[in-house]
């Protein structure tokens, strides 16, 4: 039997995606229209974000321990967050946590190194661009984290909040995108990590200056793995 997967959703573009591609991938494994149980619990986008903008990072542990909850009373055995940015809370509530807590930095970066990469850049958020997970996460593995410039921050960062979280993809984001990758891969980075749940839906396989590493559908992957473990 496979194991019963919780979804703790934050914006509900990026968990639609998790949750479409935990199925997918499931059922090329499994054969069709075959996957495990999933649980998904969405506490309202706008609850985090005022907690986020005040730099409540405890506020937010919390939200995401009571989201968990939820989950793990439906019978989920373990639990995934798509959204990155609010991994910052993590740390304060894993001894709290009912269920295992599959971290998607940690998942990234065992990808990067499986595949060889030594210098990653990381896109998302001004909040997870700036904190240290993904410099926590890719140094564990020996794997050099680079950041965009403040400006190039600041243009994610705008694309994101501005268009992405509500489902808006414009061929100008997707060209500041572009432009954002191929000045990391100037600077010798050998990969990007989209290390925000939306990205994917604005930077495409195969299309950008170096490999991406697609923390959203990594997630969802492992999310698979794990629940037949």
Not at 159 to 181: N, Q
Request: charged share 20%.
């Amino acid at each position: 039997m496979a194991k019963h997967i919780g979804i703790v959703a934050v914006s509900y573009e990026g968990a639609a995606l998790c949750y479409r591609t935990i199925c997918a991938e499931a059922s090329r494994s499994l054969g069709e229209n075959t996957h495990p149980e999933i649980t998904l619990h969405n506490i309202c986008l706008s609850d985090y974000m005022n907690r986020i903008w005040q730099g409540d990072w405890d506020g937010v542990g919390a939200l995401l321990l009571a989201s968990v909850g939820k989950v793990a009373d439906a019978g989920a055995d373990l639990v995934v967050c798509p959204c990155n940015s609010v991994h910052e809370s993590l740390p304060a509530i894993r001894q709290d946590l009912p269920i295992p807590w599959l971290h998607i930095g940690d998942i990234v970066a065992r990808d990067a190194h499986k595949a060889g990469y030594k210098k990653v850049g990381v896109l998302g958020t001004n909040y997870l661009m700036e904190s240290k997970i993904y410099p926590a996460s890719l140094g564990g593995v020996g794997i050099e984290c680079v950041l965009p410039d403040e400006t190039d921050r600041n243009r994610v960062d705008r694309v994101i909040m501005v268009e992405l979280v509500d489902g808006l993809i414009t061929d100008d984001a997707r060209t500041t995108m572009d432009g954002v990758i191929e000045r990391l891969a100037a600077r010798g980075c050998d990969a990007v990590a989209l290390a925000c749940t939306e990205l994917p839906l604005l930077v495409r396989p195969g299309e950008a200056k170096i490999p991406t590493l697609d923390s959203t559908r990594l997630l969802a992957r492992a999310a698979v793995a794990a629940s037949f473990k």
